[in-house]
């Protein structure tokens, strides 16, 4: 792939920045569901595409399987299955119902939020890990920081814009479906846009990269008491102890965790006061 990128006719010394990418510049095309592309991504799109076709090719035996039959079982096993997955989840998330089949329904929401974290490892409105203090080797802290999207920040926040408005569709009917596979009517169309909507205002209160990378500005250690008062919106010690619930861990007032970006937190809270209010 390196040596198909070079131009071998040109001088080095004269332009190498052309003379080393010239020729993948000329010959790569982006494709309609990206909004970047390189070299890297390239070669993850053909590793995915290999993985794909060995899951979806490979002739399973049930006597003395590869590793590869193995793999190759399991996730047969786990698409086209409907919404019985989606029903488990509810079911375990102790809720009677898919959110969007009921829009006057009040739901526990940091409850819920906890679970997700905890159980399905998603970053929904934050992140919440563990990990060792950046200052003391010799503790763990809990880290606080933005959330992850289903598709990539700059799409969300250009999703009037072509590309980005192509593949955002894309996302929005991936959500219908599974709406639609738990019940829901042609109406849930609209609560899907509200909730791309509000993903979108997520992603225009980030932080931007240069803060993110910068280890003095992500390192704001700081007691739950002093969390909660400056961002009283959410529950962040009965959030914290849902997640940690499993590990016999328990959280109080005086315990203290990093806010790795405070900014983009107290731009949450403004954005949750717009939330109409419910009962957790």
């Known amino acids: 792939m390196m040596r198909a990128s070079l131009i071998s006719f040109m001088e080095p010394c004269e332009d190498f920045y052309e003379f080393i990418c010239g020729g993948w510049m000329k010959a790569a095309r982006i494709p309609h569901e990206e909004v970047v592309y390189s070299t890297m991504s390239d070669v993850h799109r053909r590793v995915e595409n290999d993985i794909s076709d060995i899951l979806n090719n490979t002739v399973i035996s049930y006597r003395d399987q590869t590793a590869t ?3 190759s079982a399991l996730y047969q096993g786990c698409i086209n299955i409907g919404g019985q ?3 488990d989840l509810l079911r375990y998330f102790d809720l009677g119902h898919w959110p ?5 329904a009040v739901f ?7 679970n997700v974290i905890r159980e399905l490892g998603l970053d929904a409105i934050m992140t919440v890990r563990v990990g060792i203090d950046y200052h003391n080797s010799d503790r763990y802290l809990v880290y606080i920081g933005q959330p992850s999207f289903g598709v990539e920040p700059m799409v969300l926040r250009g999703r009037f814009r072509s590309p980005f408005f192509r593949i955002l569709h894309r996302y929005k009917i ?4 599974c709406a639609l596979l738990m019940g829901a009517t042609v109406a849930a169309a609209d609560v899907v846009n509200e909730i791309v909507a509000f993903e979108a205002k997520l992603a225009a209160i980030m932080e931007p990269p240069e803060t993110i990378h910068n280890p003095k500005r992500v390192y704001n250690l700081m007691s739950l008491r002093t969390l909660e008062g400056a961002i009283p919106e959410i529950q962040w010690t009965f959030l914290l102890n849902t997640i940690l619930r499993d590990v016999g861990v328990s959280m109080d007032l005086s315990d203290h965790v990093v806010v790795l970006h405070p900014l983009y937190l107290k731009r949450l809270s403004r954005l949750l006061k717009e939330v109409p ?3 957790f």
């Open 69 to 71: 039959q193995k793999a």
């Open 85 to 87: 997955a989606l029903e």
């Open 100 to 104: 969007t089949l009921n829009r006057t």
């Open 108 to 114: 526990r929401t940091f409850f819920i939020l906890g």
């Open 174 to 177: 991936y959500i219908y479906r």
């Open 277 to 279: 209010r419910q009962e």
